[in-house]
């Protein structure tokens, strides 16, 4: 992949310094078949060529690039780097952190909410069954209520006496 240009890049070829047979200073260094390497801005300390390879710290630094300096900035970059990972691992798991299930059952689960709410929701999709959230222990009567058996919730219900027309 060639060098992207746009991104921002630091531009040094090698060249050829003090040589008696060549009177302009600046020339392209024969030995090094005039060479350019690339430095992007945002990537202090690794160094490209033309075709996007990386090239070793010699050759950086026969171009002209401070590479120890640039090598403690890398390390530096590369530290940061890290910590942020670490820091953003961190996060997600504070995100997906386990949910608190107050009961479970029948299909459906008691999930614990901040401030002594709760919420019922199906246990096979997580949809909450009400709109809002409600305190625990109206949220545990709830959940009473949904997990009955059939023949619980005839007992709850007034039955016709015997007679009685």
Known sequence: MPID???????????????PSNPR????????????????KDEPGVYYNAHGQVVPEPIAERAG?????L????????A???LEAQFRAELDA????AEIVLAEGAGYKVVQLPMGRAKVVDADTGLAVTPVPMPVEAAKVLFGELTKTPGEAKLDEPSPTKGAK
Do not use: L
């Open 5 to 19: 240009i746009d991104r921002g890049v630091t531009i040094r070829q090698i060249v050829a310094f003090n040589d």
């Open 25 to 40: 200073k600046y020339e392209p260094d024969i030995n090094y078949g005039g060479m350019a390497v690339y430095m992007y």
């Open 65 to 69: 690039f401070p590479t120890a300096k």
């Open 71 to 78: 090598a403690k900035a890398k390390r530096r970059r590369d």
């Open 80 to 82: 940061v780097a890290a």
């Open 94 to 97: 504070d995100e997906q952190e």
